[in-house]
T-cell receptor
Framework: DQQVKQNSPSLSVQEGRISILNCDYT??????FLWYKKYPAEGPTFLIS?????DKNEDGRFTVFLNKSAKHLSLHIVPSQPGDSAVYFC??????????FGTGTSLTVIP | DADVTQTPRNRITKTGKRIMLECSQT?????MYWYRQDPGLGLQLIYY???????NKGEISDGYSVSRQAQAKFSLSLESAIPNQTALYFC??????????????FGPGTRLLVL
């Protein structure tokens, strides 16, 4: 049972435009959410996180939004750069328990 | 130097062979994890350890075993490898409990092919 879902396997965006990556979850007990970025032949690297007590967290070009009522989070990248081309995984956790990862979205930023 | 290292990076083995994948970390984290990634399935948890004396099964532990030799070392063994264990394997660490401390940091991965 996939508790964290990324329904878009891929996304293409022009350089300089906004990239929006989406993630849905089913378990209302999740209270912490993370985004990871993965380049080929490398492990996932932590990008940004958000606690369930917030609805927005920003770090430079990256902003994560959380809509608890819809059980939905999104990652916004503005402006998108070619170096952002990677696979992005969302993850959710109920504090003290295991991570649940989405299946990933492959982002391509076109120069 | 990388904080989380995995050896080997690539491995080809035959059905029925026993193999070990190793993970070392210099982050000083107590918690360590083993995941596998299959195309289209994201990351699935195999085993995790919250300290040297604590080992727990994840969602797909059948066919695998682990050993936590020290705080910094966590090994994954395939007792008798089978072709559907062909996958990308990742080790990860986290500091401890409580939101930010549960953020996991990943090694570069081991690509395993079982013939």
């Amino acid at each position: 049972d996939q508790q964290v879902k990324q329904n878009s396997p891929s996304l293409s965006v022009q350089e300089g435009r906004i990239s929006i990556l989406n993630c849905d979850y089913t378990n209302s007990m999740f209270d912490y959410f993370l985004w990871y970025k993965k380049y080929p032949a490398e492990g996932p690297t932590f990008l940004i996180s958000i606690s369930s007590i917030k609805d927005k967290n920003e770090d430079g070009r990256f902003t994560v939004f959380l809509n608890k009522s819809a059980k939905h989070l999104s990652l916004h990248i503005v402006p998108s750069q070619p170096g952002d081309s990677a696979v992005y995984f969302c993850a959710a956790i109920r504090t003290g328990n295991q991570f649940y990862f989405g299946t990933g979205t492959s982002l391509t930023v076109i120069p | 130097d990388a904080d989380v290292t995995q050896t080997p990076r690539n491995r080809i083995t035959k059905t029925g062979k026993r193999i070990m994948l190793e993970c070392s970390q210099t982050k000083g984290h107590d918690r360590m994890y083993w995941y596998r990634q299959d195309p289209g399935l994201g990351l699935q948890l195999i085993y995790y350890s919250f300290d040297v004396k604590d080992i727990n099964k994840g969602e797909i532990s059948d066919g695998y075993s682990v050993s936590r030799q020290a705080q910094a070392k966590f090994s994954l063994s395939l007792e008798s490898a089978i072709p559907n264990q062909t996958a990308l394997y990742f080790c990860a660490t986290s500091e401890g409990s409580g939101r930010e401390k549960e953020t996991q940091y990943f090694g570069p991965g081991t690509r395993l092919l079982v013939l």
